[in-house]
């Protein structure tokens, strides 16, 4: 389904050239018959427009799609009647343009329209055309500001009549020679802040311009200023007493006669209260003592004189600096290089510091010798553990091997004071070493074998490893990752070689000794001399043919036959087998 647009636009002619083209709002749509079934929109021209008498608007109107009839219309009471502009009336018009020339005072609030037809007719919102008003005038002079007191307000103000108008206040100050225009001074108001005395006798006016009209020049207004009242010259200053220093002083200066001083005091905001006895240009303060250092007393003073109007000094603040008192000292901090940003420094402070402490870590590569400041290791209070205290945490990242042994400390000042914490260690590794080697264990069969190794070093990483090869190949046990091994005591396993391979955190490595497995029964020979008593073998079974047999020590008797796997006898053991019994070795 096709929609038919019509847009309406106003472009307004001055004596300057055109205005500014501006496209309607849809108002509404809504189909007619034999239009192929399509919608005529109509859109609306955005508000009134302005042109001066004696110039030329002219309308503008967008049909989509072309080829319907189009039509202009003029109502010239407000909107109740409406009559089709023909081109023998003054007015240019054809499909897409209305020129309005010579436009006359008479012809204010006129309004115009579009028709947009196709077996009916819809019609445009109207556009109003304003005629603006040439007779411009001041119908207020700006007035003369007489014996106004310095550092108090003043203004100037001029009304006029016109349509735009833009205004430009100049000054003098040669008695109305020459006038430059102020900048920013643009309204129809010229206000001053603070009146001083060095405007005595300015000269201002105002320039007053509209779109259809010249320029129009107020009067000469002049101000004069009191030369009795105060002025300050010399605002006072925040004041910063270092802990151990009991005195302060405010002090300002001023101009003017009969000058009177009051100085104000007032506490985190609150209002200020008169400081005693405190009436001339310097406040001097002494016993000073601080109990929170959160709060900082606000001075000001008041001042008044022969001009009934009072000033006030700029507000300035009493600042009092303490010596920090560490109470958190940095300690070593012991890491691996590839613990990229894992660690942090940290330093506190206690005392009536507020905001005015900075802590600088700093770093030196050379064993302390010399200490620069590290790349961004300026730190600000966090972690808060009292209401007078604060830790400055500090965390390197990108750790670099070349950083093993660089000492840190950190360093506290402020306006008063400088003081440096201990010193602190980044170590980056420790030695590797394996204190206690694995033994050699000896189990019974289907018992359980024990190895230990006990070693030192960061971040220690542990792999068991078997050899069922007499040690030529040796490969990881499953679950083997920590400093003791338990292994199941097979008699398959008799002979089978152990070690443990250990890793630091910086890669450093070492391999324990190997060591053995043996499969056997010992004899400890608890309740006598008889091999056939169970109880005389760490296994408390008599050995069978399956048995590896070690006698270390003691006097054992064989009274009967019997059959072992393997026998090992001590130099320093008695074994005795008893005649006619035998001892037969299977293996």
């Known amino acids: 389904m096709k929609k038919l647009f019509c847009m309406l636009f106003l472009v307004v002619v001055t004596a300057c050239g055109y205005a500014q083209v501006k496209k309607s709002d849809t108002l509404s749509s809504k189909p007619l018959s034999g239009c192929g079934g399509g919608f005529l929109s109509v859109y609306l021209a955005k508000g009134s427009q302005s042109v001066c008498p004696y110039g030329t608007a002219m309308f503008i109107a967008e049909f989509l799609p072309p080829g319907f009839r189009k039509g202009w219309q003029l109502s010239t009471d407000s909107g109740l009647t409406w009559n089709t502009i023909p081109n023998t009336t003054g007015y240019v018009t054809n499909d897409d343009t209305l020129l309005v020339p010579n436009v006359t005072p008479l012809m204010n609030n006129y309004q115009y329209r579009c028709s947009y037809s196709c077996s009916g007719s819809v019609y445009s919102s109207a556009a109003i055309l304003t005629v603006a008003t040439v007779q411009d005038s001041i119908i207020a002079q700006p007035s ?55 405007m005595n006798n300015n000269k201002y006016r105002c320039i007053v311009s509209s779109v259809c009209s010249s320029t129009l020049t107020s009067s000469i207004a002049t101000i004069t200023v009191n030369q009795n009242s105060a002025e300050i010259t010399s605002q006072p200053t925040t004041q910063s007493v270092c802990q151990g220093v009991d005195v302060a002083t405010f002090s300002l200066a001023t101009t003017g006669t009969a000058v009177r001083y009051q100085w104000q005091m007032s506490n985190n905001g609150s209002p200020y209260t008169d400081v005693n006895a405190d009436t001339s240009s310097s406040l001097v303060l002494s016993g000073l003592t601080f109990n929170n250092y959160d709060v900082y007393p606000i001075y000001r003073c008041k001042i008044s004189s022969g001009c009934k109007d009072t000033i006030y000094s700029n507000s300035v603040t009493l600042k009092y600096y303490t010596k920090p008192n560490i109470i958190l000292q940095p300690t070593d901090v012991i890491t691996c290089i590839s613990n990229i940003g894992t660690f942090t420094f940290k330093a506190g402070i206690s005392g009536l510091h507020g905001d005015d402490i900075t802590a600088q870590w700093e770093r030196s590569t050379d064993g302390g010798q010399i200490f620069v400041a590290f790349p961004i290791g300026k730190g600000t209070a966090s972690d808060v553990f009292s209401d007078t205290a604060s830790i400055y945490p500090y965390g390197i990242t990108d750790i670099e091997p070349i950083m093993d042994k660089n000492i840190f400390r950190c360093h506290f000042y402020n306006q008063c004071f400088s003081q440096y914490s201990d010193t602190a260690i980044l170590k980056l590794s420790l030695p590797l070493v394996i204190s206690k080697q694995p033994i050699n264990d000896t189990a019974c069969t289907d018992g359980q074998a024990i190895f230990n190794v006990q070693a030192s070093g960061l971040s220690l990483a542990y792999i068991w490893q078997v050899s069922t090869d007499s040690g030529e190949i040796f490969t990881s046990i499953p679950n083997g990752n920590s400093p003791t091994l338990s292994v199941p005591a097979y008699l398959t396993s008799n002979g089978y070689q152990y070690r443990c391979y250990v890793v630091d955190c910086n890669t450093n490595a070492l391999f324990t000794n190997s060591v053995i497995l043996n499969i056997a029964s010992i004899w400890n020979g608890s309740v006598s001399s008889a091999w056939e008593n169970p ?53």
């Open 144 to 198: 003369d500001i007489l014996n106004v007191c310095a550092g108090t307000t003043a203004d100037f103000i001029v009304t006029a009549t016109g349509n735009s108008l833009t205004y430009q206040w100049q000054l003098s100050i040669d008695g109305g020679n020459i006038f430059s225009d102020i900048g920013g001074a643009n309204s129809s108001d010229l206000h001053f802040n603070n009146v001083t005395k060095d």
């Open 535 to 587: 109880l005389n073998w760490s296994c408390n079974a008599i050995p069978d043919s399956n048995t590896n047999v070690i006698i270390n020590s003691g006097t054992v008797v064989l009274s009967s036959n019997a059959s072992v796997r393997s026998v090992t006898v001590d130099p320093t053991a008695s074994f005795t087998i008893v005649s006619p019994f035998t001892l037969t070795i299977t293996h």
